[in-house]
Every structure is written in structure tokens, then in C-alpha cells.
């Protein structure tokens, strides 16, 4: 007998986690991402799930219906959080377009529970990026400007598939409009948009570098230069200490 599908729901998907969770692996995770007291991520739960098992839900529950990525969206657990968004970014790549703007919005409706910098990191670009490609970025200034370091994060990180597409205008808008940020994860998040820059167009990254490196929070200044040969860092360094 062919073998029956598994059933598509959250509460299919959170047993399936749970039977495969493995506590000690769940305790390095919750260091890892820094989900102690006063932390960035506190108060955040996982299971720890191996990659390899991980990988294979997701596969497994493709066809989830995103009502069901929504309640799935909505789970303590991490692993969860994280298997729904890479459900939704598969998803997203081969939707029509009635049901992109779904997933998109679907996104944007739960953007308090997309709040680790993996979960963004894995999404943004696949999801809201590729939505906003051919319209308006409205959007992006919008979360640029969000008390939610996560919103802010988003902004950066959809830039990057249009940096994968030659066009580097909006991640350079974010990058000086998050000049003043205080939170380190969004320093790395607008340096490393602007060292992705500088691996397709070394002048427009240096561009940006010579306007401000001087007033450059230094983290952000050092993902953007980390690939640069190491006299040309020397410089842009001293320039930065110098200010």
C-alpha cells in the first residue's frame, strides 16, 4: 500500500518536533541565540532538533495550508517558528501570484513571531524582497523606522534580493538611515548588506564607505570591510578611530 501523507496541520507538525526533541542540544541553542534574562531573544524556546531531521519535515509538510503556517507561526517553540517560514519561502517561489500576496501579507501579519536573527535572515528576502521587486519599498522605510529591532532587521535583510539583482539603491537608503541604530544585530545585519554589495561593485561599496565610515558604528564597518585586502581595512579602520 502506497504510504499515507502525513496530515498537513500545526498540531501534526508540533508532535512530530516534540517526539524528536533532544534536550541537551536545546540547551546549547537557547545560549546560542541568546535567549537568557536581558538578552536579545529572551524568553525564546527550543526543542533541539537535529538539521538532518529538521530538513526532512520540511520537505514532509510542504503542502501546508497557510492557515495552518500561520497557527504554526504562532508556536512557542523555535523550530517550529522556523520550519512554517521555510514552508512559506518553498512555497513563495512557485505560488501564483494571488497567492504571493497571501504569504506576504501573512508575513508582515506576523512579524512579532518572526524575532531571531535565522528567522529573518532565511525569509525576508525570499518573502518581502522578492514581493516588492517590481513596486514600490514603501515598506521597507517603513520597518526601517519599527521599535522592533526585528522589523528593522527585515528591512535589511529583503534588500538583498534585489542585491542579487544588480540593483544596490535601496539597501544603501537603509544603511544611512541605520547609521545611528543602537543594536548591534542590525550593525551586522547593513554591514553585511554592504559587504554583499562590495562583492558585485567594490566602488559603490567604497561609495558608501568614504561618506561614512568616520560616524560608521564599528561592527557595522567591519562585516562591510571584511573581505577588503588587508591594507585597504587598515584604512578605512584609522579613518573610523580618527573620528
Do not use: C
Amino acid at each position: 500500500m502506497p504510504r499515507q501523507a502525513p496530515p498537513q496541520t500545526a498540531a501534526a507538525i508540533t508532535r512530530r518536533l516534540e517526539a524528536l526533541a533532544d534536550p541537551a542540544q536545546a540547551a546549547i541553542l537557547q545560549r546560542f541565540f541568546k535567549t537568557g534574562p536581558g538578552e536579545y531573544a529572551e524568553g525564546d524556546r527550543f526543542l533541539g532538533i537535529k538539521v538532518p531531521a529538521f530538513r526532512a519535515l520540511a520537505r514532509e509538510y510542504r503542502p501546508l495550508p497557510l492557515a495552518e503556517a500561520g497557527r504554526l507561526l504562532r508556536s512557542p517553540w523555535h523550530e517550529a517558528r522556523a520550519l512554517a517560514l521555510v514552508i512559506l519561502v518553498w512555497q513563495y517561489a512557485r505560488a501564483d501570484w494571488a497567492t504571493r500576496a497571501r504569504i506576504h501579507r501573512l508575513y508582515l501579519d506576523h512579524t512579532a513571531h518572526i524575532d531571531n536573527w535565522d528567522l529573518v535572515d532565511g525569509s525576508a528576502e525570499h518573502i518581502v524582497g522578492a514581493h516588492l521587486a517590481g513596486g514600490s519599498r514603501a515598506l521597507l522605510r517603513r520597518l526601517a523606522t519599527s521599535r522592533s529591532i526585528w522589523e528593522r532587521r527585515i528591512a535589511v535583510m529583503a534588500t538583498f534580493h534585489f542585491i542579487k539583482h544588480g540593483e544596490f539603491g535601496e539597501t544603501l537608503a537603509l544603511a544611512r538611515a541605520l547609521l545611528d541604530d543602537p543594536h548591534d544585530l542590525i550593525h551586522k545585519a547593513v554591514g553585511w548588506m554592504l559587504r554583499e554589495i562590495g562583492k558585485r561593485d567594490r566602488e559603490a561599496e567604497e561609495a558608501f564607505l568614504r561618506a561614512h565610515a568616520a560616524r560608521m558604528p564599528r561592527t557595522m564597518l567591519r562585516y562591510a570591510i571584511e573581505k577588503f585586502p588587508d591594507s585597504l581595512r587598515r584604512r578605512y579602520l584609522a579613518v573610523r578611530r580618527e573620528s
